[in-house]
C-alpha cells in the first residue's frame, strides 16, 4: 500500500468516528489501519480535536486506560441547542397547529429527519456520563426521537407496546393512568432487557407524566434504574403531575382556544 497522506488520513477517520458515536477507537486500530506510528496518529487526533472544537462539529474526547483511546460524540453541532430548539418553537407557533380538545399537530416536526437528528443529539449530550444501556419510549410517535437518542448514545431502543406481540415471546404487561385519565395496558417483552441495567426514558410528548409514570413502573418489574427522562414537549404547568425530575426540549403553555400557542425552549437549554 502506498503511503498514506495526512488529509487522506484526517478524512477517513473523521468519517470513521463521526459514523459510530460514542465508541471507542483504540489508537493502534488507527496505526494499523493506515500502517504509521502512534505519534502520528495522536497529532491526527490533536488536529482533529481543534477543528472540530473550532467549527462546532462535535467533541473529540481521548479514553486514558487499558481500554482507552478516541471517541466522537456529537456535542455542540452547529448553532447552539437554544437556536435549534427556538427554531422548532417557531415553526410549532404556526396558526392551524391547534386541534379539537387541546391537542397539537406536531407530526411533521416527529418526522423531519434533520429536526429529529437534531433532537436525538441534544438530548443525549445530557446522558453521556449516565451510563445508560438502552433508551426506552412508548409506541409510536415518540420512536424517531427515541431512536435518534439512542444512536447517539450508541445503544438499543427498546419500545413498550400497548399489547403483546406473539414474536416478542412471553412480556410483562402492566396497568397505567395515561395523561388523559384513561386506565391503558403497556406491555415489554422478558427478553428485550437484563435485571440491574439503566435506562433513559424518551417520549414525544408529557401532558401529566402519566405514560412516563407507567414506564417507570415497567421498569421496576424488571429491576432496571431510570437514568433519566426526557420529552420533546411538555405541559409548562399541568394540572396533575405524576413524574418529577424530567427534562424537556420544549415547553407549552396551556392550549386556550383562539389565542396564540405560547411554545418556548425549556431553560435547561444552553
Known amino acids: ?49 481543534e477543528t472540530m472544537r473550532q467549527f462546532r462539529l462535535g467533541k473529540l474526547e481521548t479514553v486514558t486506560g487499558a481500554a482507552g483511546g478516541v471517541r466522537y460524540r456529537p456535542i455542540g453541532l452547529g448553532a447552539t441547542g437554544r437556536d435549534f430548539v427556538e427554531g422548532i418553537c417557531e415553526r410549532l407557533r404556526e396558526p392551524g397547529r391547534h386541534l379539537p380538545g387541546g391537542y397539537l399537530y406536531f407530526s411533521d416536526i416527529l418526522s423531519d429527519p434533520q429536526l429529529v437528528h437534531g433532537m436525538g443529539t441534544l438530548i443525549a449530550s445530557q446522558y453521556y456520563d449516565a451510563n445508560v444501556d438502552f433508551v426506552l419510549t412508548m409506541e409510536t410517535k415518540g420512536i424517531p426521537v427515541a431512536l435518534m437518542t439512542a444512536g447517539a448514545l450508541r445503544v438499543p431502543l427498546i419500545i413498550a407496546r400497548h399489547a403483546t406481540k406473539v414474536y416478542e415471546g412471553s412480556a410483562v404487561n402492566i396497568s397505567y393512568v395515561s395523561g388523559s385519565g384513561n386506565i391503558e395496558t403497556m406491555a415489554l417483552s422478558r427478553r428485550a432487557v437484563k435485571e440491574g441495567q439503566r435506562a433513559l426514558i424518551v417520549d414525544d410528548f408529557m401532558r401529566g407524566g402519566g405514560t412516563a409514570r407507567g414506564m417507570i413502573e415497567l421498569m421496576k418489574e424488571f429491576s432496571v434504574t431510570v437514568a433519566g427522562i426526557c420529552f420533546v414537549l411538555a405541559l409548562e404547568n399541568p394540572k396533575h403531575r405524576s413524574i418529577q425530575g424530567e427534562k424537556t426540549l420544549m415547553l407549552l403553555s396551556d392550549i386556550k382556544e383562539g389565542e396564540p400557542l405560547q411554545i418556548r425552549p425549556a431553560d435547561w437549554i444552553d
Open 1 to 49: 500500500m502506498d503511503k498514506i497522506k495526512r488529509n487522506e488520513r484526517l478524512a477517513a477517520m473523521t468519517q470513521i468516528l463521526t459514523a459510530s458515536p460514542n465508541r471507542i477507537f483504540t489508537l493502534s486500530h488507527f496505526c494499523e489501519l493506515f500502517s504509521t506510528a502512534k505519534s502520528t496518529v495522536s497529532e491526527d487526533v490533536a488536529i482533529l480535536q
